[in-house]
């Protein structure tokens, strides 16, 4: 069984472009979503082209990540810009300590893994989270130079588990990036949709949808 990391396992259901807009909006920043998506991009493409960040824990990840969204936006506010990072950090510390627990009753069942397109630093992340030593495969786009959607950021995963595609299950929120990737690739697809209003582009390439990541215990069984 893999995972995807943003937006999965340190913040179910929720990528990090909408959580960081809300964040701003929460803070009093009001501006376009599109416009905030640009400076969102320009830091993503920042944080993949700077060799540095290969070696950043957490909070320095999200802090350099923030740091590029402002200068883009030309905001010059060292408050707003930790307001941000610890609301965005703790949130996710929330959330991978749920994850933790999760994975921590699944490791003794399945072999697990992570299957992310990050910065070349998802392994510190995982580590610091108490998370990196039961996963058998961590596979990091930055690392591995093949991103997803590619099917062969699966296959790599699929062949550190060592057992086949079909008796796989990964486990995303982004349903073009995860779940139909994943469909792709020969593997079982699960669709990490919090809330139940949010309708299924696809249901056919869903093999399992989630609600919550414990979810994932009950299909186990």
């Known amino acids: ?4 990391y943003g937006g999965t396992l340190d913040g179910p259901g929720s990528h990090w472009l909408p959580r960081f807009y809300a964040l701003y909006r929460a803070a009093g ?18 944080g ?8 950043m824990d957490l909070q320095e990840l ?9 200068d883009h936006l030309d905001v010059r506010d060292p408050r707003l810009a930790v307001r941000v990072v610890d609301s965005f950090v703790t949130s996710s510390r929330v959330a991978l300590a749920e994850s933790r627990r999760v994975l921590d009753r699944l490791r003794h069942r399945v072999a697990l893994g992570v299957i992310s397109n990050f910065y070349g630093n998802v392994d510190r992340i995982l ?11 961590i596979i ?14 699966f ?4 062949s550190g588990l060592g057992c086949a595609a079909a008796e ?14 994943a469909h792709s690739a020969g593997l079982r697809s699960g669709w990490l949709a919090v809330g139940a209003e949010q309708p299924c582009p696809a249901p056919e390439l869903v093999d399992v949808r989630l609600h919550r990541l414990a979810d994932v215990e009950a299909i186990i069984e």
């Open 155 to 158: 296959a790599l995963a699929v």
């Open 48 to 55: 993949y082209a700077e060799r540095r960040v290969s070696t």
């Open 127 to 137: 580590d610091e989270a108490g998370i990196g030593p039961w996963l058998t495969v």
């Open 29 to 46: 920043l009001s501006l376009a979503f599109d416009r905030f998506r640009a400076a969102f991009d320009h830091a993503t493409r920042c």
């Open 168 to 181: 796989t299950l990964y486990v995303g929120d982004s349903f073009e990036k995860d779940v139909v990737a």
């Open 62 to 70: 999200i802090e350099f990540h923030v740091a590029r969204q402002l």
């Open 1 to 4: 069984m893999c995972f995807d």
């Open 140 to 153: 990091d786009s930055n690392r591995v130079g093949v991103s997803k959607p590619d099917p062969a950021i």
